[in-house]
């Protein structure tokens, strides 16, 4: 999933941390821990959603129009003088949608695993999915994504590829339909950040370039 890795390494990725931060009053390693850990469960549930017609459509027409990733464009102005409510609206509803039932199961989760409580999480969350879903729709203009299967290829490549990306899936499923107390994200960030069987280390490597350690 080099696509979103590269994005949190990138300085871009740190302006999104500190801004999300800033804006819930959270820790920023607290911050980038739950984000870290939230994109592939995301991306994971969008790749569900994505599987049959009516969702890929749904999520065709979001990144074409509401979310063509200009929200990356401005994110000073995004997070200059408080992340406009309507932002944080949209959030919810991404959410709701994504995640649709499955959505208490990875929030508790994450606040599980980062040590947040889930009206924190749900807050870091609601700003994050409209950057996450910003970030998709750059990706799909640059890729040149313009039918509805090449949007589950595109969701797959950001996530990795091949055995481990499948494997991934199967555990993000898992958790979204509450089969585990949320142990496996060790599993997933794992996977994420190249960590394999380092599974903290894996998160504790990206955390420590994303401050400097």
């Known amino acids: 999933m080099s696509g979103i890795l590269d ?22 390693d607290k911050t980038a821990s739950v984000v870290t850990m939230a994109m592939p469960i995301l991306l994971g549930a969008m790749k569900r959603n994505a ?9 065709m027409n979001a990144l074409n129009s509401k979310h063509d990733g200009s929200i990356l464009d401005n994110l000073g102005g995004l997070f200059g003088g408080g992340v406009n ?5 949209d ?3 991404i959410l709701g949608h994504v995640l649709g039932g499955s959505q208490n199961n990875a929030v508790h989760a994450l606040s599980q695993k980062s040590g947040l409580d889930t009206n924190s999480v749900m807050q870091i969350l609601q700003v994050a999915a409209p950057i996450l879903l910003g970030y998709l729709g ?5 890729k040149n994504v313009n039918s509805e299967s090449g ?9 990795g ?4 990306q499948t494997q991934q899936q199967s555990m993000i499923e898992s958790l ?12 997933i960030a794992g996977m994420v950040l190249g960590g394999g069987n380092q599974k903290k280390g894996g998160l504790g490597g990206l955390l420590g370039g994303l401050f400097g350690r």
């Open 7 to 28: 994005l949190l390494n990138s300085d871009l990725g740190k302006q999104i941390i500190g801004g999300i931060s800033h804006e819930t009053n959270q820790p920023p």
């Open 51 to 59: 599987s049959n017609e009516s969702g890929a459509a749904n999520l």
């Open 85 to 89: 409510e309507d932002v944080k609206q």
């Open 91 to 93: 959030g919810l509803g």
């Open 138 to 142: 750059k990706q799909k203009q640059q």
């Open 151 to 159: 949007i589950g290829d595109l969701l797959g490549g950001l996530m």
């Open 161 to 164: 590829g091949g055995k481990k």
């Open 176 to 187: 979204l339909d509450g089969n585990n107390d949320g142990s496996v994200i060790d599993d």
